[in-house]
């Protein structure tokens, strides 16, 4: 596919531990990063951002991935196969580091899931793509992750009287993605389904249901528009993985507006 799209992310995920109820508060926070690039001569798109395969159902591949350690200090590097699913508010998005794969992500297997790098250290992994057999034409996502484990709870400083203690630990993880395009005809379907109200502290939303039925990323602009209110929003869809679904939010209204509205998309 010649339509650019951002598939490759670094993501930060955050584990807050209580140490104590009170008011007030005490924190502490440290991440540890690792990197990853898809080497040269892999099959990639062409920016050479992440892993583009061409393969029929039932075919197989090997691939590798380069991990370093930009650090001054030896890492332990997790590295395994993990799902793509459409963002919040779209654009690709992947699981947690650790999270079991259910998808696409199970196409994707490695017999090193863990190294051991040290300061400055550049390490080729190897890693196994297979489509299953009986696969249907279409495009599929799934993301090569590599993080760095957590180490356990994180450790604040002891709260003093009437003030609660936390720490917070961000975990950075690198996602490069491994896109699958089985030969056939391909044809994205965004459909929507519903509208409800939101209210935030922003003002209300109207969130959207929609789903991208068809077997293509698909990519576009969509509009919402309330009549009675005035309200006629366009809005962006970036990278919108097939199979998957979000509520879209769509900024509507500073205000609460009584009575019923006719929402159309």
Excluded at 9 to 14: G, M, N, P, Q, Y
Excluded at 72 to 101: E, F, K, M, N, R
Excluded at 240 to 250: A, M, W
């Amino acid at each position: 596919m010649s339509q650019a799209r951002r598939l490759t992310t670094v993501t930060l995920i955050a584990l807050l531990s209580l140490l104590a109820p009170a008011v007030g508060a005490g924190a502490k926070s440290s991440t540890v990063i690792v990197n990853a690039e898809v080497p040269a001569g892999a099959p990639t798109d062409p920016h050479h951002g992440y892993y583009l395969l061409h393969l029929a159902a039932g075919a197989s591949s090997n691939l590798t991935v380069d991990v370093s350690n930009p650090n001054g200090q030896s890492v332990l590097a997790d590295i395994d196969g993990v799902d793509a699913h459409t963002g919040a508010s779209t654009g690709a998005a992947y699981s947690a580091p650790g999270t079991a794969p259910a998808h696409t992500g199970r196409w994707l297997t490695l017999t090193t899931r863990q190294v051991q790098l040290a300061p400055g250290e550049h390490r080729t992994v190897a890693f196994g793509v297979h489509v299953p057999v009986g696969t249907p034409p279409g495009q599929y996502l799934a993301g090569i992750s590599v993080a760095v484990p957590l180490s356990g709870q994180p450790n604040g400083p002891a709260p003093g009287a009437h003030q609660a203690g936390f720490a917070l630990a961000l975990q950075a993880q690198r996602v490069i993605a491994v896109e699958f395009d089985v030969p056939g005809p391909l044809a994205p379907a965004l459909t929507v389904s519903g509208a409800r109200p939101v209210a935030g502290a922003g003002g209300m939303s109207v969130f959207i249901a929609i789903a991208n039925r068809g077997n293509a990323f698909a990519h576009g602009r969509g509009v919402l528009t309330v009549a009675d209110t005035k309200t006629r929003t366009t809005f962006p869809i970036d990278t919108f993985v097939p199979g998957t679904s979000i509520e879209l939010p769509v900024a509507w209204s500073n205000t609460v507006v009584p009575g019923h509205h006719d929402v159309t998309v």
